[in-house]
Each structure stands twice: as C-alpha cells, then as structure tokens.
C-alpha cells in the first residue's frame, strides 16, 4: 500500500524559510518522481517542481526559480522554500509520478504553511 | 505560463452527463497528450481521474472519460452519481519543467 506522508503544519514569518517533508510507506520512491503542488486558500492548484529520488534530478516551475529546492532520497524528499511571503500560505501536496506527464497517482495529505508577521 | 481555462461551475442531474472543458493554447493543450483530470473533494488530497488525455488508473469508473480536441481538452462524467460533487482541475505539460494548471470547476449534482 503506497502512502505519501508529510510534515505537519508550519507558521512562518515573511522573509524565512519552511522545509516541508514527503515520506514513503509502505513502499520507496524507486522509479519514481516527486512532484510539489500547491493550493493556496479560496484558489486552484499550482505546480511548484518535481524531483528524481533517485538521480538527483529535480525541476523547478519558473513562478519558483531561485525561492525553491528540493532534496532527499528514495524513502524521504524533502521541499524548501525560502523569502516566503503572504501569499505563500498555502496546502502544499507532494505527488508520485512518472516525471510530470503522466498524472500523479499517489498524494500526501498536505502540509499548511502559514505566513503571518 | 497562465492556467487553463475552466468554467467556473457545472451541474447536472443524478443519472446525466456533465462535460468539462480546458482550454490553453499550442504551446500547452495542443501541443501535447499529456492532459490530466483531478477530483478535489473539500479537504482532501486530489484523486487522479483521468491522464494522458483518455487513459483511466485503475479504480476509476469507467462513468469518467478524456478527450481532446485542437487547444480544448474535455473530461466527461456520464450518468452522474451524488459522489461525483466535487472540483475538478485539468492540468497539462508545457514543455520541460512546466507544468500548467487549470482554473477549476465545481461540478454540482442538483
């Protein structure tokens, strides 16, 4: 049984950073990707980047270049996120899948980050 | 890269259909087969209904289908049950490390 579980909620002050975790139970991240996606309150769904557990490989949505990095390795990945702003208050979902094509199959149940002075 | 365009809500009767439709441009929708459908039901995680525009994972009722069309992708829910309620997002590729959104609709089952 594939489950995805995440980190729990995070309160942030504008200009930190928050370090959100992705862990595989019951199962690895062997052959697959690691997407990042985001719904901020009252919006739709917004893809942040993907990671390779397995070679490294990670890419990144240009909304995010340069504020996002991701890491980890086959059981753990991990998604950071840094200058944070108010409008980063969001669920942030990790994702199985096979790069970013072919749908994500297996979600986390979500981390809200909060980003309040 | 803006998301794609949804309509905001769509409803249907027990029994009937409701289509879905999302709209981009060559560079996303048109360009590629590699149109997704999610189901979003109100806290909790998306559930992956439909990907590479027609394909269905299994467990998926055969009730949701995909297709495409030009720029516009369609996601179909024939004979509506009171479960099917919930938003549904398309998503679709956009190049290397690009990867569009939809706006959303809500579909409601009157």
């Known amino acids: 049984q594939v489950q995805l579980v995440q980190s729990g909620a995070e309160v942030k002050k504008p200009g930190a950073s928050v370090k959100v975790s992705c862990k595989a139970s019951?199962?690895?991240?062997?052959?697959?990707?690691i997407n990042w996606v985001r719904q901020a309150p009252g919006q739709g769904l917004e893809w942040v980047g993907f990671m390779n557990p397995n070679t490294g490989y990670t890419g990144y949505s240009q909304s995010f270049q340069g504020r996002v990095t991701m890491t980890g390795s086959i059981s753990t990945v991990y998604m950071e996120l840094s200058s944070l702003r108010s409008e980063d208050t969001a669920v942030y979902y990790c994702?199985?899948?096979?790069?970013?094509?072919?749908?994500?199959?297996?979600w986390g149940q979500g981390t809200l980050v909060t980003v309040s002075s | 890269q803006s998301a794609l365009t949804q309509p905001p809500s769509a409803s249907g009767s027990p029994g009937q259909s409701v289509t879905i439709s999302c709209t981009g441009t060559s560079s996303d929708v048109g360009g590629y087969n590699y149109v997704s459908w999610y189901q979003l039901h109100p806290g909790k995680a998306p559930k992956l209904m439909i990907y590479e525009v027609n394909k269905r994972p299994s467990g998926v009722p055969d009730r949701f289908s995909g297709s495409k069309s030009g720029n516009t992708a369609s996601l179909t829910v024939s004979g509506l049950q009171t479960e099917d309620e919930a938003d549904y997002y398309c998503n679709s590729y956009a190049g290397i490390n690009n990867l569009v959104f939809g706006t959303g609709t809500k579909v409601t089952v009157l």
């Open positions: 019951g199962n690895t991240f062997t052959s697959y990707d």
């Open positions: 994702a199985r899948g096979r790069g970013i094509t072919r749908g994500f199959d297996y």
